[in-house]
C-alpha cells in the first residue's frame, strides 16, 4: 500500500475532532468486523485522554457477531449530529450506506477504506485496494501493531476469515496469511471464531441451503448453476436474508461449474441477485451493469421484472463472457 496515503489517511483520523462510521446494509463479516475493529481501536481502554466523540453506525448484525466487542454500542438510527469526519468501510457506493447515507451527507469530511474493485470513490478521500482480501486487512495496514488489543484484532480476524471463505479464495495473498498469523498472536480464537461464525448453521439454515440445492438448475452446458427462493419460501421458514448466507458459495463448488447463482424474491418484481464465479466469469462487471457491484468473483445487484427475465438477462451476460473465453 502506497506509504503516503497510509500516513494521509491515519492523520486524517488523527486530526477529526468526532467521528461517525457505517458500513454497507446486510453487513457481512468483514464489513461488521472492520466497523467494530476501527471503533474498538479508536475508543479502547487507556485512551480516556481521547474525548472526542465515535459513533458506529450499523443495521442490526448477524446474531453469530454479536460476542464481538463493541456490537453492544452500535447506533441504528442516524443521530442529528455534525459530525467532522464520517468514514465509511467495505461499502462501495454511496447507496449501500442505506439509512446512514444522510449522516454522512452532513459530515464535514469524508473517508473510505474499502477492497470492492466497484467503488465508485464517493467520498473526498478514499483508500481503495481490489487487491486486498478484504476492508480488514486494509485496516490492519493503517493501524499500530502494538496499539490492537485483544478484542479489536477478534475483529480483524473474523472480517479476513469471512471474506476470504476461511483463506482459500483468490483474495488471499501471503500478506493475509502473515496479517492472520500477527492476530493470532494477539490471542484470536480463531478455531471458535471459524466454526461458530462461519461453518455452523441453525437447523433452519440448513434447511434453506438443502432446499435451495434441490431446486437448482445447471445451464449453459453445465457451465452455471442457477437457483431462486421465493418470498413465500422464505416466510414458510422464516428466514431473513442473513439466513441465505453461504448458499451461493455451496452451489459455487458444484463440480464443471464457472458461475453460480442465487436469486432471492425480495418483493414481487424485484429479486436480489448474488453471483459468484471460479474465475473465468467477471461478476462485478455483470453486477455493475444491473446497477449493483462486488469483486471479481463475488458480486451481487437488485433487478426488477419476472424471474424469467432476471435469469435470461443475466445468463446473456455470462454466456457472452464464457463464449469469448471460449468455453461454451
Ligand atoms: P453477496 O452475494 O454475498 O451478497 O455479495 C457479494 C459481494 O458483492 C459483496 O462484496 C457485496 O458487498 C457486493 N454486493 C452485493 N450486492 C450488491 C449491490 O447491490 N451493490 C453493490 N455495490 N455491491 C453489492
Ligand atoms: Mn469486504
Redo the contacts with the bound molecule.
Keep these: 500500500m502506497e506509504a503516503l496515503l497510509k500516513e494521509k489517511i491515519r492523520k486524517v483520523i488523527r486530526e477529526a475532532s468526532s467521528i461517525a462510521i457505517a458500513g454497507?446494509v446486510?453487513p457481512?463479516g468483514?464489513?461488521v468486523g472492520s466497523c467494530l475493529a476501527l471503533y474498538n481501536y479508536l475508543t479502547a481502554a487507556g485512551r480516556e485522554e481521547d474525548l472526542r466523540t465515535v459513533d458506529l453506525y450499523l443495521e442490526d448484525i448477524p446474531e453469530d457477531f454479536r460476542f464481538l466487542m463493541g456490537s453492544d454500542q452500535i447506533l441504528h438510527q442516524p443521530k442529528d449530529v455534525r459530525y467532522d469526519l464520517f468514514i465509511a468501510l467495505?461499502?462501495?457506493?454511496a447507496?449501500?450506506l442505506g439509512a446512514f447515507l444522510p449522516v454522512m451527507r452532513n459530515t464535514k469530511s469524508t473517508l473510505c477504506i474499502d477492497h470492492?474493485v466497484?467503488n465508485?470513490h464517493f467520498t473526498a478521500v478514499s483508500l481503495i485496494d481490489p487487491g486486498a482480501s478484504s476492508t480488514c486487512e486494509i485496516l490492519f495496514e493503517i493501524m499500530d501493531y502494538d496499539r490492537i488489543d485483544q478484542k479489536t484484532a477478534e475483529c480483524l480476524y473474523l472480517g479476513i476469515a469471512h471474506?476470504t471463505g476461511v483463506f482459500k479464495h483468490s483474495c488471499t495473498t501471503r500478506r493475509t496469511m502473515e496479517i492472520a498469523g500477527a492476530l493470532i498472536e494477539k490471542g484470536v480464537p480463531f478455531s471458535r471464531i471459524i466454526d461458530e461464525t462461519f461453518y455452523q448453521k441453525t437447523y433452519l439454515q440448513n434447511q434453506i441451503m438443502g432446499r435451495c440445492l434441490l431446486e437448482s438448475i445447471m445451464v449453459l452446458n453445465g457451465k452455471v448453476i442457477v437457483s431462486s427462493i421465493s418470498r413465500k419460501t422464505q416466510e414458510f421458514y422464516g428466514a431473513c436474508p442473513a439466513d441465505l448466507?453461504g448458499v451461493?458459495d455451496q452451489l459455487r463448488v458444484t463440480r464443471g461449474v464457472e458461475a453460480a447463482i442465487?436469486i432471492r424474491e425480495e418483493e414481487t418484481q424485484t429479486y436480489?441477485?448474488?453471483?459468484?464465479s471460479n474465475g473465468i466469469v467477471n461478476v462485478?462487471r455483470i453486477?455493475?451493469y444491473f446497477?449493483?457491484?462486488?469483486?471479481v468473483q463475488?458480486?451481487?445487484?437488485?433487478m426488477e421484472g419476472s424471474l424469467y427475465d432476471v435469469i435470461n438477462n443475466l445468463l446473456l451476460h455470462i454466456e457472452s463472457q464464457l463464449k469469448a473465453a471460449e468455453q461454451v
Design positions: 454497507h446486510r457481512d468483514d464489513c467495505d461499502c462501495g457506493s447507496d449501500r470492492h466497484s465508485t471474506d448466507d451461493v442465487l436480489k441477485v448474488s453471483m459468484r462485478s453486477a455493475v446497477g449493483g457491484g462486488g469483486h463475488a458480486a451481487g445487484c437488485t
